[in-house]
């Protein structure tokens, strides 16, 4: 079953990575995957007894040791100056604990935030793209912020995020990003140092749907000069 799940999470991470394509929240089936998994689990037991709980406890056990590679707590807040005046504000935590605000912001030139859930196809697909662009424009003022809502699904999280291999940093949704929200996933925002929301080019301040990397890097080129 492990072996299967880092399958599919591969494939995820692998596919739709140069079309544009959303997933509507409305048609989750995120309820219907975990009820299916709970069946498949509950015939296991029967047919195998103890050996389904030694499985789970390794399963367990191998998250817990390789979900959080960080050694020491994250730099979570930044010095803002007298300019800084950022258009919302927010309060919430990574998936460590720590604490996150609209402060991150002055961190860099312009800070990307992608809203994105591990239901959703496109938005998986897309992480390895925007993983490669958070290395190559890290250093240029550029950073990423992944945001996600669906808290039932952190064993899969866990394996998207290794998987993917991502290291920018992945906060939890709170109620201030409402504003922002479409109805659909992947949606994508840009805010600069001020904390003030970009128009990106075409006029809109909001991208909906995945992208491959040379249209999210023509985009942030442009942001940055």
């Known amino acids: 079953m492990k072996g299967f799940k880092k399958i599919l999470a591969t494939v995820l991470c692998a596919s739709m990575l140069f079309g544009i394509a959303s997933c509507s929240k409305s048609d989750s089936s995120s309820g219907k995957h975990r009820d299916d998994e709970r069946e498949t689990v509950e015939e296991t037991k029967r047919e195998d007894g103890e050996a389904v709980v030694e499985t789970e406890t390794t399963e367990t056990e191998t998250t817990e040791t390789e979900t959080f590679p960080q050694a020491s707590a994250p ?10 005046d950022p258009d919302f504000t927010f309060s919430t935590t990574d998936r460590i604990g720590f604490e996150w605000n609209e402060s991150v912001f002055a961190n860099a030139e312009i ?22 662009l958070y290395e190559n424009y890290k250093d240029q003022g550029f950073q990423i912020i992944g945001v996600y809502s669906d808290t ?3 064993y899969n999280v866990d394996e998207i995020l290794k998987e993917c291999h991502t290291t920018y940093p992945i906060l939890l949704y709170t109620s201030e990003f409402d504003q922002f929200q479409t109805g659909y996933v992947p949606t994508t925002i840009f805010v600069d140092s001020k904390g003030h929301v970009l128009d990106i080019p075409g006029g809109d301040n909001v991208v909906i749907g995945g992208q491959s990397y040379r249209d999210w890097e023509a985009i942030i080129k442009k942001l940055l000069d």
């Open 75 to 84: 730099n979570t807040t930044f010095e803002t100056g007298a300019d800084f």
């Open 152 to 154: 039932t699904m952190e």
């Open 111 to 132: 800070t990307m935030i992608n809203f994105w859930e591990p239901w959703c196809s496109p938005c998986v697909g897309e992480m390895p793209d925007l993983e490669k």
